[in-house]
């Protein structure tokens, strides 16, 4: 594990009071909680949890940088193919999901607004208080007639037309943890030991199992013994929920992960579950908690099949880099006006579009109904076979 920044006496506070939280939920659980319920409270419970606490998140003075954040070209690009379906759905609407710094959302209004093909409204909802007040402040920047159309909201609208945007959302569900062998399969969880959290195995309950040895099937192979990973039980109803309230449109879900044969690739033995703390990643979710981000890895092959048994379509699956130059971003580098600009656009180009950086390990899937065109995000790549 990299040496991570020592914590400062606000941060100590904070996470030692989350972290006594969470072992009162322990100890009125029977001394052990799943991971999926771990990893709730570490970012989500009120006030405390990772993601509802006041601290900065993305950018330099943050823990980790998201696409929108590292080039406006991102989403510039994702502008480019929003204008596309709301042409095809006149007087839809774009729903975004976790909106970040709101730097997406003001780009993507300024963007929309110079292709003449602005959303009818443009709703965020934000599961953070602080989070949501930080979007405000950015887009209030905006001229009026952009500002006016953006709204919070705390439940999803229905009926929905248009399109539903998440950028790194998914990665953020709560999954459980698992530890295969030939005849068992563990719950891998967490306990409480002398006041400090420790990982704990239990047998699994019947929904984990049933979904470790579905995995198993589908892989062709049961997983070795020892094998360790996450499976996130809960994207199946967080898409269904999605799909429940668009009448018509597409979802654009951007995050890191991988198809299910890769994810769960016998080398990949440990899983897939990151920590970001000040730009340090590093694998250990039960320190510093309520003040690092606690990630895992998106299984797009589970979220494809999601959305099929919800009624939608695949209509696509490509890698940012794929994304960005089918989207038309070497037409945006064009523009640039001299040379200064082409080359701080081409340095942040670079970052987005390399493999080694966010190019391959970012990806986008689309799902969508009652969509005919072809999405321009797949002109360049399209991966649905090897979901």
Same mark, same amino acid.
């Given at each position: 594990?990299?040496?991570?920044?020592?914590?400062?006496?606000?941060?100590?506070? =904070? !996470?030692?009071?989350?972290? *006594?939280?969470?072992?009162?939920?322990?100890?009125?659980? +029977?001394?052990?909680?799943?991971?999926?319920?771990?990893?709730?409270?570490? %970012?989500?419970?009120? +006030?405390?949890?990772?993601? !509802?606490?006041?601290?900065?998140?993305?950018?330099?003075?943050?823990?980790?940088?998201?696409?929108?954040?590292?080039?406006?070209?991102?989403?510039?690009?994702?502008?480019?193919?929003?204008?596309?379906?709301?042409?095809?759905?006149?007087?839809?609407?774009?729903?975004?999901?976790?909106? +970040?710094?709101?730097?997406?959302?003001?780009?993507?209004?300024?963007?929309?607004?110079?292709?003449?093909?602005?959303?009818?409204?443009?709703?965020?909802?934000?599961?953070?208080?602080?989070?949501?007040?930080?979007?405000?402040?950015? %887009?209030?920047?905006?001229?009026?007639?952009?500002?006016?159309?953006?709204?919070?909201?705390?439940?999803?609208?229905?009926?929905?037309?248009?399109?539903? $945007?998440?950028?790194?959302?998914?990665?953020?569900?709560?999954?459980?943890?698992? $530890?295969?062998?030939?005849?068992?399969?563990?719950?891998?969880?967490?306990?409480?030991?002398?006041?400090?959290?420790?990982?704990?195995?239990?047998?699994?309950?019947?929904?984990?199992?049933?979904?470790?040895?579905?995995?198993?099937?589908?892989?062709?192979?049961?997983?070795?013994?020892?094998?360790?990973?996450?499976?996130?039980?809960?994207?199946?109803?967080?898409?269904?929920?999605?799909?429940?309230?668009?009448?018509?449109?597409?979802?654009?879900?951007?995050?890191?992960?991988?198809?299910?044969?890769?994810?769960? =690739?016998?080398?990949?033995?440990?899983?897939?579950?990151?920590?970001?703390?000040? =730009?340090?990643?590093? #694998?250990?979710?039960?320190? *510093?908690?309520?003040? *690092?981000?606690?990630?895992?890895? $998106?299984? #797009?092959?589970?979220?494809?099949?999601? +959305?099929?048994?919800?009624?939608?379509?695949?209509? @696509?699956?490509?890698? *940012?880099? @794929?994304?960005?130059?089918?989207? @038309?971003?070497?037409?945006?580098?064009?523009?640039?006006?001299?040379?200064?600009?082409?080359?701080?656009?081409?340095?942040?180009?670079?970052?987005?579009?390399?493999?080694?950086?966010? @190019?391959?390990?970012?990806?986008?899937?689309?799902?969508?109904?009652?969509?005919?065109?072809?999405?321009? !995000?797949?002109? =360049?790549?399209?991966?649905?076979? !090897?979901?």
């Amino acid at each position: 594990m990299p040496m991570l920044p020592a914590l400062n006496e606000a941060e100590a506070a =904070h !996470s030692a009071a989350l972290l *006594q939280r969470i072992t009162q939920r322990i100890a009125a659980a +029977g001394g052990f909680i799943d991971f999926a319920t771990f990893m709730e409270l570490a %970012l989500y419970a009120p +006030g405390l949890g990772y993601y !509802s606490a006041g601290s900065a998140k993305l950018g330099a003075a943050g823990d980790f940088t998201t696409a929108p954040e590292v080039s406006s070209l991102f989403a510039r690009c994702v502008a480019r193919q929003c204008a596309q379906i709301l042409r095809e759905i006149p007087g839809g609407g774009i729903l975004e999901l976790g909106a +970040g710094t709101g730097s997406m959302a003001a780009t993507l209004l300024v963007e929309l607004a110079a292709l003449q093909a602005l959303p009818a409204r443009y709703d965020i909802l934000e599961v953070s208080a602080d989070l949501a007040q930080r979007q405000r402040e950015h %887009l209030d920047a905006l001229p009026e007639a952009l500002r006016s159309r953006v709204r919070w909201l705390q439940q999803l609208p229905a009926p929905l037309r248009g399109v539903i $945007v998440a950028n790194e959302v998914l990665d953020a569900l709560p999954c459980r943890r698992f $530890v295969a062998a030939a005849d068992l399969i563990e719950d891998l969880g967490v306990t409480s030991v002398a006041g400090a959290l420790a990982w704990a195995r239990r047998p699994a309950d019947a929904a984990l199992n049933a979904a470790v040895r579905g995995l198993g099937a589908a892989l062709g192979e049961p997983l070795a013994g020892g094998y360790t990973s996450e499976l996130c039980l809960l994207a199946d109803p967080w898409i269904a929920s999605l799909a429940g309230v668009l009448e018509r449109g597409v979802m654009l879900l951007f995050d890191y992960g991988l198809p299910q044969a890769q994810y769960y =690739h016998p080398d990949r033995r440990s899983g897939t579950l990151t920590c970001h703390f000040k =730009h340090r990643a590093h #694998f250990d979710p039960l320190i *510093q908690v309520g003040v *690092q981000d606690i990630t895992a890895w $998106v299984d #797009f092959s589970r979220v494809a099949l999601a +959305g099929q048994a919800a009624g939608l379509e695949v209509l @696509g699956f490509c890698t *940012q880099a @794929g994304f960005l130059l089918g989207a @038309g971003i070497d037409e945006l580098l064009g523009e640039a006006q001299d040379v200064s600009e082409q080359a701080r656009l081409a340095g942040e180009a670079r970052r987005l579009l390399m493999p080694g950086e966010m @190019g391959e390990a970012f990806k986008l899937l689309a799902l969508g109904r009652g969509c005919a065109a072809p999405l321009i !995000s797949f002109r =360049h790549q399209d991966l649905r076979d !090897s979901l």
